[in-house]
T-cell receptor, first 112, second 114 residues
Framework: ELKVEQNPLFLSMQEGKNYTIYCNYS?????LYWYRQDPGKSLESLFV?????AVKQEGRLMASLDTKARLSTLHITAAVHDLSATYFC????????????FGDGTTLTVKP | GAGVSQSPRYKVTKRGQDVALRCDPI?????LYWYRQALGQGPEFLTY????????KSGLPNDRFSAERPEGSISTLTIQRTEQRDSAMYRC????????????FGPGTRLTVL
């Protein structure tokens, strides 16, 4: 059974600082998704990573995938308050292609 | 264009009643996914469809849960004989292609079973 672990689960950081959220998973997969969820809202897709070594960047967020280490990272550069949200990673199954297993999320609070 | 829509947005029902939750995906999207999300947790996969074919229903908790997408567009998730433990946010998502494509999530249906 595929297990997905995110850490940290809660992150409080100051504006302007950098930080990394980690997503570890237990079985082989080459499909990794990152989502953002604001309080009381639905999920918004941020990145889809489909191969080992894949790196994608959007604004202050950069995601990478290392399928050998079964690890994805979401790096935040020079955080701003608007990035405060919960971030989820989800891993696609190998045998069940459309099935995604989500982590428990990292709740990020960016303070002035 | 319009995003994924779900109805009703809120549903309160009594234990033992059946409920039907509807998802209207983005037009032209081949794949449709159902998830359940408890407060403070990540979404939990329930089932997904490519066109009208249900590809994987391994996440459905028990046989009280079923889903259909008869014409490859709108989907209905049905829960029979609801129980209090079924209370959760039920989310639908769709994607243009299958695995590896961006999933667009709907606003969800908040189900409360009294």
């Amino acid at each position: 059974e595929l297990k997905v672990e995110q850490n940290p689960l809660f992150l409080s950081m100051q504006e302007g600082k950098n930080y990394t959220i980690y997503c570890n998973y237990s079985t082989t997969s080459d499909r990794l998704y990152w989502y953002r969820q604001d309080p009381g809202k639905s999920l918004e897709s941020l990145f889809v990573l489909l191969s080992n070594g894949a790196v994608k960047q959007e604004g202050r967020l950069m995601a990478s995938l290392d399928t050998k280490a079964r690890l994805s990272t979401l790096h935040i550069t020079a955080a701003v308050h608007d990035l405060s949200a919960t971030y989820f990673c989800a891993v696609g199954g190998n045998t069940n292609a459309g099935k995604s297993t989500f982590g428990d999320g990292t709740t990020l609070t960016v303070k002035p | 264009g319009a995003g994924v829509s779900q109805s009703p947005r809120y549903k309160v029902t009594k234990r033992g009643q059946d409920v039907a939750l509807r998802c209207d995906p983005i037009s032209g999207h081949v794949s449709l996914y159902w998830y359940r999300q408890a407060l403070g947790q990540g979404p939990e996969f329930l089932t997904y469809f490519n066109y009208e074919a249900q590809q994987d229903k391994s996440g459905l908790p028990n046989d009280r849960f079923s889903a259909e997408r008869p014409e490859g567009s709108i989907s209905t998730l049905t829960i029979q004989r609801t129980e209090q433990r079924d209370s959760a946010m039920y989310r639908c998502a769709s994607s243009f292609g299958g695995a590896g494509n961006t999933q667009y999530f709907g606003p969800g249906t908040r189900l409360t079973v009294l």
